[in-house]
T-cell receptor, first 114, second 112 residues
């Protein structure tokens, strides 16, 4: 158990809908990273937040957004969902703002868009 | 664009043998590399990392080798055990931001 929690574990929704994925980092970690893992693209970095502020952006679509709250939990919002958004979404946390440190991954949320 | 890739998609070894998993990268500016293990139904788990100012780093039963000349990274697992069966993938950090790029992964199967 990495100490990072993600909810829900599974999510099934329809195209055009909007969903919110939630992540609670390990105790003491200030950084949260979001990743998408799909069969054809592998693991891709989406976005990072550090202590409530956006720190780095990767291959995140404009339809997706994230935020980190004062209690350091983070939410990833996916809107206007398409079939291709079906994937595993992981969050990871680390203590520092730099990615030169070990990241601890949560168990993931499996999103299925029908 | 720049990419991280793996030479072999699958690797099957006998329990007790040593395993070597390879990774090629193309961004010469990458300065930090990580190997992850991902078991079925779980998130990636950090195994070992190495910075570009090193050629070799050892952990418990694992060694990472970095050859910057040919842009190649390898993970060696000594005395492979059934619990090592998983997908292994490498990741690189390009230096200018926190964007980590991940390889596709190699599935390691350990036969008893």
């Amino acid at each position: 158990d990495s100490g990072v929690t993600q909810t829900p574990k599974h999510l099934i929704t329809a195209t055009g809908q909007r969903v919110t994925l939630r992540c609670s980092p390990r105790s003491g970690d200030l950084s949260v990273y979001w990743y998408q893992q799909s069969l054809d693209q592998g693991l891709q970095f989406l976005i990072q937040y550090y202590n409530g502020e956006e720190r780095a952006k990767g291959n995140i679509l404009e339809r997706f957004s994230a935020q980190q709250f004062p209690d350091l939990h983070s939410e990833l919002n996916l809107s206007s969902l398409e079939l291709g958004d079906s994937a595993l979404y992981f969050c990871a946390s680390s203590w520092s703002s730099s990615s030169y440190n070990e990241q601890f991954f949560g168990p993931g949320t499996r999103l299925t868009v029908l | 664009g720049e990419s991280v890739g793996l030479h072999l998609p699958t690797l099957s070894v006998q329990e007790g043998d040593n395993s070597i998993i390879n990774c090629a990268y193309s961004n010469s500016a990458s300065d930090y590399f990580i190997w992850y293990k991902q078991e079925s139904g779980k998130g990636p788990q950090f195994i070992i990392d190495i910075r570009s100012n090193m050629d070799k780093r050892q952990g418990q039963r694992v060694t990472v080798l970095l050859n910057k000349t040919v842009k190649h990274l390898s993970l060696q697992i000594a005395a492979t055990q059934p619990g090592d069966s998983a997908v292994y993938f490498c990741a690189e950090r390009s230096g200018n931001n926190n964007d980590m790029r991940f390889g596709a992964g190699t599935r390691l199967t350990v036969k008893p």
